[in-house]
């Protein structure tokens, strides 16, 4: 089965960085988007950065100018540097890709299973 593997979390004084990682394995014929998303205790998931193929990215108004979002797709990995990090920042990241088996018809959501990211001193 296809697997996303994230990487990178931990604890971070504010105003540091931290740079995710997430690697998608298995059968894997294509992956279209690929994207962050997290959560934080008490409140929903939302979207943080996602990023198409073909490099077109996207950010949450508050991650704008302090994160990026980039894709290696000869790895199929997606990573996630995070600059300027505030406690607000902390929540469990999820790597999200949008994958094409080589059997399917179309794509299917796919998630990694979490990495924990701490902000506080």
């Known amino acids: 089965q296809v697997q996303l593997v994230e990487s990178g979390g931990g604890l971070v004084q504010p105003g540091g960085s931290l740079r995710l990682s997430c690697a998608a394995s298995?059968?894997?014929?294509?992956?279209?988007?690929m994207g962050w998303y997290r959560q934080a205790p008490g409140k929903q998931r939302e979207l943080v950065a996602h990023?198409?193929?073909?490099?077109?990215?996207n950010y949450a108004d508050s991650v704008k100018g302090r994160f990026t979002i980039s894709r290696d797709n000869a790895k199929n990995t997606v990573y996630l540097q995070m600059n300027s990090l505030k406690p607000e920042d902390t929540a469990v990241y999820y790597c999200n890709a949008d994958v094409r088996r080589h059997w399917d018809i179309r794509a299917s959501a796919y998630w990694g299973q979490g990495t924990q990211v701490t902000v506080a001193s």
């Open positions: 990023i198409t193929t073909g490099g077109t990215t």
């Open positions: 298995g059968p894997i014929f294509s992956i279209y988007t």
